[in-house]
């Protein structure tokens, strides 16, 4: 069986500061990992994947994400956010046998 | 290229009502995945499907049935509407896990 926590419900975070979402994961086998962007009233967006090879992904819109399989974790990042930027996101983890497993989501809240 | 459409977009029902929620996708995948998404809950599995003619339950399965008939067509149905299947519902496809699923925009659904 898979999990997946989203330590923080909600990140608050002023424009152009970095912002980290954080993501742990638990399976018992090799796993592949997604984040998704959700804007108000919109469905899931894909923003970046891990599959394999290099642990640091870059995905749309400035974020990246990287792996790390003794942490079990696959933090979200990025370098300076926008307003635009304000949604909720994300993590999810499948294996090659099995549906994608959702964590609760993080709330990211960018002001000026 | 429209992807996965839902439809209806807004529906309010009373108890007891049965309905049908229509995901249609032109991108000729596989997969097909039917989800729920509850305020701090995340997205919830319920149903899905690995190819035209077959179906399969997820984590939430009770009160709701699905089918498969044309590949690119994945009915939800609830035979007797509750109060607790409020909730916001997303229609997925996928051509694999490891491709990520493609979501549509969602039907807000209202029983009271």
């Known amino acids: 069986a898979q999990s997946v926590t989203q330590l923080d419900s909600q990140v608050p975070v002023f424009e152009e500061a970095p912002v980290e979402l954080r993501c742990n994961y638990s399976s018992s086998v090799s796993v592949y990992l997604f984040w998704y962007v959700q804007y108000p009233n919109q469905g899931l967006q894909l923003l970046l994947k891990y599959l394999s090879g290099s642990t640091l992904v870059k995905g749309i819109n400035g974020f990246e994400a990287e792996f790390n399989k003794s942490q079990t974790s696959f933090h979200l990042r990025k370098p300076s956010v926008h307003i635009s930027d304000t949604a909720e996101y994300f993590c999810a983890v499948s294996d090659i046998y099995s549906t994608l497993t959702f964590g609760k989501g993080t709330m990211l809240l960018v002001s000026p | 290229n429209a992807g996965v459409t839902q439809t209806p977009k807004f529906r309010v029902l009373k108890t007891g009502q049965s309905m049908t929620l229509l995901c249609a996708q032109d991108?000729?995948?596989?997969?097909m995945y039917w989800y729920r998404q509850d305020p701090g809950m995340g997205l919830r599995l319920i149903h899905y499907s690995v190819g035209e003619g077959t179906t399969a339950k997820g984590e939430v399965p009770d009160g709701y049935n699905v089918s498969r008939l044309k590949k690119q067509n994945f009915l939800l149905g609830l035979e007797s509407a509750a109060p607790s299947q409020t909730s916001v519902y997303f229609c997925?496809?996928?051509?694999?896990?490891?491709?990520?699923?493609?979501f549509g925009s969602g039907t807000r659904l209202t029983v009271v």
């Open positions: 991108m000729n995948h596989e997969y």
């Open positions: 997925a496809s996928s051509q694999g896990t490891g491709n990520g699923y493609t």
